[in-house]
């Protein structure tokens, strides 16, 4: 063999009593096939065999496999964000003529593709309320191949009653999707409410740390897997092994970073829900907070997410009580090392029932600082609010 040859081929070593704890990375685009008959016959071997690195690698198959048996599924496809996980579903489930039921209080990117792309397709989207399942029933047709939930909803956590949702699809033969995100399937298991199809933003508490954008798709019935992964191939969209790695570092400390981040908003909470100038904190695990008697039936427990609504007077001061935090970051997301801080507006994302309560919601996501210091952000915060809002001058 020639220097120039040598630069490019790799000697062959030994692995014999090597063994790693750790997911190994393996990156590849091309997969080289033992002989001319093996590369013939390369389709022959099935959804399971490999041929090409966009069509999934050992790294990315242990991250699919590890997150199927989470949620007792039977496969589980990958996708570069949380948002692309949705909309691939959506996309390659629905057709011209076909209607999807959307929950009001979806993620917002969900309802901007919805009436952008899927419109442009000519897929009807009608959005339902999601705590009112009279009025779902009235909106599901023979044209509906979709019913999407989300459940707690974004920023203003309403529980849904999944498997009543299911089985109103169900009987006019529609899918049910479900985005798993704030829960994680250590808290709930759609599939196992009747869900068709989960999805997971594993950008948030899988991923764990802020540094990585991904999304899963979870199925119960192989024949949803294989059309959404031929749809994934033609579309060209996959995943980077190296990402893949750092998903499956970040799920080793998932269930210690959840049960840390509930425990700590709970005192939180006690602290803001004591407070005059909080009108309510809304989190599926509070008496009070909407769907909570569903969560209490369905969940095994709740994240670190939740969301704090102000009085009428305080909330204009709350953009600027921001600036008082030192432990919680001001930004969208959650589930990383860092508490965030997140403003919300909520009536420009609703367009069933309107939100008549004060806008802008904070929402508040606790991450592993000390919870002393996060504490002292809150008293911080709401000393500010205090400040603008003196008592006598209140509603
Ligand atoms: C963050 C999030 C998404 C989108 O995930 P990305 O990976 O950021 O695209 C979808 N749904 C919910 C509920 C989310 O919180």
């Keep these: 063999m020639n220097e120039w040859t040598r630069c490019v081929v790799s000697p062959e070593v030994s692995h014999e009593g090597f063994a790693s704890l750790a997911v190994p990375v393996f990156r590849a685009s091309t997969i080289p096939?033992?002989?001319?008959?093996?590369?013939?016959?390369?389709?022959?071997?099935?959804?399971?065999g490999y041929s090409y690195g966009l069509y999934g690698t050992p790294t990315s198959r242990t991250l699919e496999k590890k997150i199927t048996a989470l949620h007792g599924g039977v496969r589980t496809l990958l996708a570069p964000s949380g948002q692309a996980a949705i909309s691939i579903t959506m996309l390659q489930l629905l057709a011209q003529g076909d209607r999807v039921l959307i929950p009001d209080t979806v993620y917002p990117p969900v309802r901007d593709f919805a009436?952008?792309?899927?419109?442009?397709?000519?897929?009807?989207?009608?959005?339902?309320?999601?705590?009112?399942?009279?009025?779902?029933?009235?909106?599901?047709?023979?044209?509906?191949?979709?019913?999407?939930?989300?459940?707690?909803?974004?920023?203003t956590m309403e529980v849904q009653d999944m498997s009543a949702i299911?089985?109103?699809?169900?009987?006019?033969?529609?899918?049910?999707?479900?985005?798993?995100?704030?829960?994680?399937?250590?808290?709930?298991?759609?599939?196992?409410?009747?869900?068709?199809?989960?999805?997971?933003?594993?950008?948030?508490?899988?991923?764990?740390?802020?540094?990585?954008?991904?999304?899963?798709?979870?199925?119960?019935?192989?024949?949803?897997?294989?059309?959404?992964?031929?749809?994934?191939?033609?579309?060209?969209?996959?995943?980077?092994?190296?990402?893949?790695?750092?998903?499956?570092?970040?799920?080793?400390?998932?269930?210690?970073?959840?049960?840390?981040?509930?425990?700590?908003?709970?005192?939180?909470?006690?602290?803001?829900?004591?407070?005059?100038?909080?009108?309510?904190?809304l989190y599926p695990a509070l008496p009070g907070s909407p769907g909570h008697e569903l969560?209490?039936?369905?969940?095994?427990?709740?994240?670190?997410?939740?969301?704090?609504?102000?009085?009428?007077?305080?909330?204009?001061?709350v953009f600027a009580a921001l600036d008082t935090l030192k432990a919680f970051a001001i930004g969208a997301s959650w589930g990383g090392t860092r508490s965030l801080a997140a403003p919300?507006?909520?009536?420009?994302?609703?367009s069933v029932r309107a939100w008549t309560e004060p806008d802008t919601v904070l929402r508040l996501s606790v991450g592993l600082e000390d919870e002393d210091d996060l504490a002292a952000d809150i008293d911080r915060f709401l000393d500010y609010l205090e400040q603008h809002c003196p008592a006598n001058t209140l509603r």
């Design 33 to 48: 096939f033992a002989d001319a008959k093996a590369y013939a016959t390369r389709r022959e071997r099935g959804e399971e």
């Design 115 to 155: 009436d952008t792309d899927l419109a442009r397709l000519g897929i009807e989207t009608r959005y339902y309320d999601p705590t009112d399942l009279t009025a779902l029933a009235a909106l599901i047709d023979d044209r509906t191949r979709l019913v999407w939930i989300e459940s707690p909803g974004s920023t």
């Design 166 to 281: 299911a089985d109103l699809a169900h009987q006019r033969g529609a899918l049910v999707g479900c985005d798993n995100t704030w829960a994680s399937p250590l808290y709930f298991k759609p599939l196992r409410h009747g869900a068709d199809i989960v999805i997971e933003a594993l950008t948030k508490f899988f991923g764990g740390h802020s540094d990585v954008l991904m999304g899963s798709l979870t199925v119960k019935d192989p024949a949803v897997a294989t059309r959404i992964r031929a749809g994934l191939g033609r579309m060209g969209i996959g995943v980077s092994p190296d990402d893949c790695s750092l998903v499956l570092r970040g799920m080793e400390t998932m269930a210690l970073r959840m049960d840390h981040g509930a425990r700590v908003a709970r005192r939180l909470i006690e602290r803001l829900q004591s407070h005059r100038l909080v009108r309510r904190v």
């Design 295 to 317: 969560w209490k039936r369905d969940f095994n427990g709740a994240s670190g997410v939740f969301s704090v609504v102000f009085t009428e007077k305080a909330t204009p001061h």
């Design 344 to 350: 919300m507006p909520v009536r420009a994302v609703r």
